[in-house]
């Protein structure tokens, strides 16, 4: 029998066994029918009398749960009748709450994973790296504060002294110089702590960061930029430059026979800009469409830039130039949405940072506006759950580079005389990454399981609050579609990390 296919066998089976027992738990949990015995009206007997038929209560448990797979199955065979997925209390479907709450939390949970992957393997890299340094221990440190925060109370700080507090200041931005110096001092020492080095090179990068950024947050608030933010065409094109060259450094390095990289990254970066420039006005009643053609068209723009301005090396100068495009389209999108605040300022009546829901409601907006309410109700949220996975990616990647880059093919390629460069992120950094494909199957049960909890302090009606809804008040069937989809997530994903595990790792054999 095909690996995938006994794979896909006992991932079904493991996935019935779950919900079996899931379902179990939570029939057995309480009465449904508690609040209707206390209820004195003359349609009581009616009222039980009909949940008593939604909920199949008069059968026992294992019958109602065959009778709930058996609505499973009509959403999964064709033509096998009605898919509702059971009814609740009210004997409403389910699978329309599901459909409507499924977004929000797929939202919620592709951000968390997102962010947290990207923070946890820099900080995890920069780590390794600086072992024993002072910012290994700065990141240990935050990495187990962090993974020992709980959920709720992580939440319940950053709605009050980030979005209460955050949309306070916005009514009035201003800041006294002592906390402008304060914030560039401590800007200054992050950037100290990731440069590392000697001391005087620490002292250096604090005190040029420290004044840089005291500087750059004072010009901007007596320019106004906070009430009316925007990167500007000139801003999105030296920060595309800026891309162009830490990808070029990241990948190829900055060495004279990289120069053709380098050249055709900064072409692209400045093709990229002129698009934007001239893409501009279509963009402010922008649809979906239109941004998808947009940013095809830049990335596409930068890719030939770089073939053509990449000399002997015109396959990597297209892939660092394929990669500053889509900077370029970051920072485009970047630009609209700031240039979308004020609109939504006036909107939400200076409350821009919303601490309940996961929209505005009523909001009628353009296509910037909505997608900047979107984006700043998930932003919290998504600070709330990452937390505890920021922690364990970090510490997964610090102590996979240190592994590898202790072993005999990475001393070898430093004996050749290669750039550390090229063996930090050429050998040691790809193969330490590898452990990480299974670590995110895991970690989406962690998320799925954190949203619960997130979305009920924060109000989104997602999946967390139908699980939540329906195990407070006994209603087997919202809770079964949360567990449904949590659980074939769950499984689905350690399927897809043992094969590209397989497939990644050569010493992996799938039999």
């Given at each position: ?14 996935v019935l066994a779950s919900t079996a027992l899931m379902y179990g738990l939570v029939a057995l949990s309480g009465n449904p ?240 800009a002129a698009v934007v420039a001239v893409a501009q006005s279509r963009l402010a009643d922008a649809t979906w469409l239109t ?46 949405l700031l240039r979308a605040y004020p609109a939504l300022y006036h909107a939400t009546d200076g409350r821009p940072v919303s ?157």
């Open positions: 029998m095909p690996v995938v296919v006994r794979r896909l066998l006992v991932s079904l089976l493991v029918l508690q609040d209707l015995l206390e209820y004195s009206g003359p349609d009581r007997d009616a009222r039980i009398a009909a949940r008593t038929a939604a909920l199949d209560l008069d059968e026992p448990v294992p019958v109602r749960y065959a009778l709930w797979l058996q609505d499973v199955g009509r959403c999964v065979v064709p033509g096998g009748g009605d898919c509702t997925l059971g009814l609740d209390r009210q004997s409403r479907p389910v699978l329309p709450q599901l459909g409507s709450a499924l977004g929000s939390t797929l939202r919620l949970v592709a951000a968390a994973t997102a962010g947290a992957m990207v923070v946890g393997v820099v900080a995890g890299v920069v780590s390794a790296l600086r072992q024993y340094g002072a910012f290994d221990h700065a990141a240990t440190l935050v990495a187990f504060v962090c993974f020992s925060l709980p959920v709720f109370w992580v939440s319940t700080l950053l709605k009050q002294y980030v979005a209460i507090d955050l949309n306070t200041w916005l009514g009035d931005p201003s800041l006294a110089y002592g906390t402008i110096v304060a914030i560039g001092l401590a800007a200054g020492a992050g950037w100290a702590l990731l440069v590392g080095g000697s001391a005087r090179r620490r002292a250096l990068v604090l005190v040029v960061a420290a004044a840089a950024t005291s500087s750059t947050l004072l010009a901007l608030i007596i320019s106004g930029w906070f009430r009316r933010p925007s990167l500007g065409v000139l801003g999105v094109a030296v920060s595309a430059v800026v891309a162009a060259l830490l990808w070029s450094a990241l990948l190829v390095g900055l060495r004279r026979r990289a120069r053709p990289v380098l050249r055709g990254a900064i072409g692209s970066a400045v093709v990229g941004l998808g053609l947009v940013a095809v068209l830049v990335v596409a723009l930068a890719a030939l830039t770089g073939w053509a301005l990449g000399g002997h090396a015109r396959r990597a100068a297209a892939q660092v130039a394929a990669l500053t495009g889509g900077t370029v389209v970051v920072l485009m999108v970047v630009d609209q601490t309940t829901g996961s929209r505005t409601p009523n909001l009628d907006g353009t296509f910037w506006e909505t997608n900047l309410d979107l984006a700043l109700h998930l932003v919290l949220p998504t600070i709330a759950v990452m937390l505890v996975s920021v922690a364990t990616y970090t510490r997964f990647t610090r102590s996979g580079m240190l592994e590898t880059l202790a072993q005999d093919h990475v001393r070898t390629a430093r004996a050749g005389g290669l750039d550390e460069r090229d063996v930090v992120v050429g050998h040691a950094l790809r193969n330490a990454l590898v452990p990480l494909v299974t670590l995110v199957a895991f970690d989406l049960a962690g998320i799925l399981g954190g949203a619960v909890v997130v979305e009920t302090v924060f109000g989104w009606n997602g999946l967390g609050r139908l699980f939540a809804t329906g195990l407070a008040n006994v209603d087997p069937n919202p809770v079964m579609a949360f567990f449904l989809v949590a659980a074939v997530a769950t499984v689905t994903c350690n399927l897809l990390a043992d094969l590209a595990y397989a497939r990644l790792d050569p010493r992996i054999r799938l039999r």
